[in-house]
């Protein structure tokens, strides 16, 4: 009996008893700044966010940027390059948390048809760059901080006060004897009629003219409701020399070569957020533009032309590239316009892309009219995981932002590159042959002068929305 009794003690003592009770978290002790110890679960590490696309590394010869003799350009410096309104230290952060990272060599193209990018991995700030190598970085990159007072439109007066003149002077990026360079804010309209006073034309002309007889002078155009840089001419020759750089006429070289060279490596880049996101990540679409008068006799509209040969058009030209996945239905786009025709960007994203520019009523108003602007679920391409629309604590969206009951356009013309019109004015009036091939090691300056601006508010607003954390 008392044999019995003991194995059944060892067979229930083999028997192991579960628990309905999950086991407790791992723990971790903190110590805060008060030197007070805190028991707890490990802190959660950051989330990943949407990345950001470079375009492909074009090579050393960056457009206003002299690189020294050490014949290589680093990943940190063309970072910085490219993101010249983002302060060093934030690049520099992002670089040492490992959030900067590249596609890895021989590759191809890093967007494959399902939407999944290629494998890429993390680099340091002396990485080394290859002509043709694509950064991927985190979209935080560019939040920047919102200003609590909105872009002020200055009032409908030809004799702006102190304020306004301040208001004014404070747009200016850059100013010499020939140029002059502004951020222009949206919905300051560029030339005035009788019923329109506070444009920029005659607003430039009463507060900026500094220490010229005559104010500067429009050289190209801006849309009323965009933004970006803005370029005017100071003097007579400068004014006839941008607006020739502008034209869309077949150029004639000079026998300046600086000069031919700087021309062909004139350009703008715009960023938009459209609505929707093109089928193909990048391209040129060549579609001609052609000018249509509305029912009323009075009202132009831009449409792409049929080709039919019984109308007129103009050649229009424009290079893509989507800067990084589509989020709550939009995507953020750069665009480099080709030629320089009226409503080219607008018309050719909503028509030849089929992704109007969100805020634009008058070539998109059909997909307006459908869109749903409640946040949803999207997938984030490099790692399948869904992630929606954020709000930030404080945000104001109701300021024309992707979210607003009426949003504003969102077309800003971020970059520009152009030759340095003060430097070369005097060398193409010279008739003399005996011009010097080269005059990057004179005294007065580059051969390019480039200007990056900042986003307006209503802009921002919408990156910092779109730039999601994962969920």
């Known amino acids: 009996?008392?044999?019995?009794?003991?194995?059944?003690?060892?067979?229930?003592?083999?028997?192991?008893?579960?628990?309905?009770?999950?086991?407790?978290r791992p723990a971790v002790i903190r110590v805060s700044e008060k030197k007070v110890a805190h028991l707890g679960p490990p802190k959660a590490g950051p989330k990943p966010r949407q990345l950001l696309s470079l375009p492909p590394f074009p090579g050393h010869n960056l457009p206003g940027k002299h690189w020294g003799r050490q014949g290589h350009v680093t990943a940190v410096s063309w970072v910085k390059y490219y993101f010249d309104e983002v302060q060093d230290s934030v690049i520099q952060s992002h670089f040492n948390k490992g959030l900067v990272q590249m596609e890895c060599a021989n590759m191809g193209d890093s967007f494959v048809e399902q939407g999944q990018m290629k494998p890429i991995r993390k680099i340091k700030t002396n990485e080394v760059m290859e002509p043709g190598a694509r950064i991927f970085l985190p979209v935080s990159m560019v939040e920047g901080r919102i200003s609590k007072r909105y872009d002020t439109i200055p009032s409908g007066t030809l004799n702006p006060n102190a304020d306004e003149i301040d208001y004014l002077r404070r747009l200016v990026k850059y100013r010499d004897s020939a140029i002059l360079v502004l951020n222009k804010p949206p919905k300051v309209p560029l030339k005035g009629?009788?019923?329109?006073?506070?444009?920029?034309?005659?607003?430039?002309?009463?507060?900026l003219?500094?220490?010229?007889?005559?104010?500067?002078?429009?050289?190209?155009?801006?849309?009323?409701?965009?933004?970006?840089?803005?370029?005017m001419g100071r003097t007579k020759e400068s004014v006839s020399l941008l607006t020739w750089l502008f034209s869309d006429v077949n150029k004639s070289k000079s026998l300046s070569k600086a000069w031919n060279d700087a021309c062909e490596a004139m350009y703008q880049r715009y960023w938009a957020l459209v609505i929707g996101s093109p089928r193909e990540k990048q391209g040129i679409i060549r579609a001609p533009l052609s000018k249509v008068l509305l029912d009323d006799g009075k009202t132009e509209r831009i449409i792409?032309?049929?080709?039919?040969?019984?109308?007129?058009?103009?050649?229009?030209?424009?290079?893509?590239?989507?800067?990084?996945?589509?989020?709550?239905?939009?995507?953020?786009?750069?665009?480099?316009?080709?030629?320089?025709?009226k409503h080219q960007l607008r018309v050719h994203c909503a028509e030849a892309l089929g992704t109007p520019i969100v805020g634009d009523y008058k070539y998109g108003w059909f997909v307006h009219r459908r869109w749903k602007q409640m946040p949803r679920v999207d997938i984030e391409p490099t790692s399948g995981k869904?992630?929606?629309?954020?709000?930030?604590?404080?945000?104001?969206?109701?300021?024309g932002s992707v979210l607003s009951k009426v949003p504003l356009l969102h077309l800003h013309c971020r970059e520009l590159v152009l030759p340095n019109i003060a430097k070369f004015i005097n060398v193409l009036n010279q008739k003399s042959d005996n011009l010097f091939p080269t005059l990057s090691s004179k005294p007065d300056g580059p051969d390019l002068?480039?200007?990056?601006?900042?986003?307006?508010?209503?802009?921002?607003?919408?990156?910092?929305?779109?730039?999601s954390y994962l969920v």
């Not at 009996?1 to 407790?24: G, T, V």
């Not at 009629?193 to 507060?207: K, T």
């Open 304 to 341: 792409l032309a049929q080709n039919s040969g019984l109308e007129a058009s103009q050649e229009a030209m424009t290079e893509y590239r989507v800067l990084g996945p589509m989020i709550n239905g939009c995507s953020w786009i750069e665009l480099r316009p080709l030629t320089c025709r």
């Open 209 to 231: 003219s500094y220490d010229n007889n005559e104010g500067p002078k429009l050289v190209h155009r801006l849309d009323r409701e965009s933004s970006g840089l803005l370029l």
């Open 386 to 399: 869904p992630y929606k629309l954020r709000r930030p604590d404080g945000l104001d969206v109701q300021k």
């Open 1 to 24: 009996m008392m044999w019995k009794k003991q194995a059944e003690f060892i067979w229930l003592s083999s028997i192991r008893h579960y628990s309905r009770i999950s086991p407790p």
């Open 449 to 467: 002068l480039r200007f990056v601006a900042s986003m307006p508010s209503h802009m921002k607003i919408s990156w910092n929305l779109m730039s």
């Open 193 to 207: 009629n009788l019923p329109v006073h506070n444009s920029m034309d005659a607003l430039a002309a009463a507060a």
